[in-house]
């Protein structure tokens, strides 16, 4: 009889340990099923991102194809910054990299302003993105009357001029444009800025030259 209550014991135990091991896993199995699972790569978030490629339809059965956001390819060639195609299709890509032009009729058809980043438009123009500005320039006095050889400055604006390039002063005398000794030149935001000393009395007629370029006439009077 001592052997057989000392087996049920046993027993008992036995079965108790296993119920009590139970219950100690069933928390950590419950925390592993309810952890998030691990996020994604940096790298292969950012090529998934790189693979959605940005679509501008230009029109005329033509898509402009953006990889990574910055870079354009049209009939599977990448556009260079500053690159024209000429092909029927006007495409032209600006020297940042950041605006699309394209054109798909001829005649006065304007030209379509992208934005390569979101593909989106952002207008259009009637001029082309690569037509060079129009040679100009400004020229004002600091004073519009002085006395004779009295100093005063001539001071203006190039647009279209070259930094670098030479004004010069010019007076019209007996009906003739005469060049006079007074120069400046045109600094890199197209700024220029020149003495100036007047010897003949009366109304002036004046302007600024630099080459074919010149500026409006303006007067000063010598007392």
């Known amino acids: 009889m001592r052997t057989a209550t000392h087996s049920r014991s046993t027993l008992r135990t036995a079965t108790v340990s296993v119920i009590a091991g139970t219950a ?120 519009t009357s002085v006395k004779a050889w009295q100093e005063l400055r001539v001071s203006g604006k190039a647009t279209g001029v070259k930094a670098g390039s030479k004004v010069n002063l010019q007076q019209k005398q007996r009906g003739t444009w005469k060049t006079l000794p007074a120069s400046a030149t045109v600094n890199k935001s197209g700024a220029y800025s020149m003495r100036v000393k007047l010897g003949l009395k009366g109304k002036n007629d004046l302007r600024v030259a630099s080459g074919a370029t010149l500026s409006p006439v303006f007067n000063v009077t010598v007392r």
């Open 24 to 143: 100690l896993l069933a928390p950590a199995a419950a925390a592993l099923a309810s952890s998030p699972s691990p996020e994604r790569p940096a790298a292969v978030q950012h090529a998934a991102a790189a693979a959605k490629a940005t679509k501008i339809d230009i029109g005329a059965g033509v898509v402009i194809t953006v990889k990574d956001g910055s870079h354009p390819y049209y009939n599977g060639k990448l556009l260079k910054p500053g690159q024209t195609v000429n092909d029927g299709i006007y495409v032209h890509l600006s020297a940042d990299g950041k605006r699309l032009y394209s054109k798909t009729q001829g005649g006065g058809t304007p030209y379509t302003i992208w934005d390569v980043k979101t593909g989106k438009k952002l207008g259009t123009q009637k001029t082309s993105p690569t037509a060079k500005a129009k040679a100009s320039l400004s020229a004002k006095p600091s004073a």
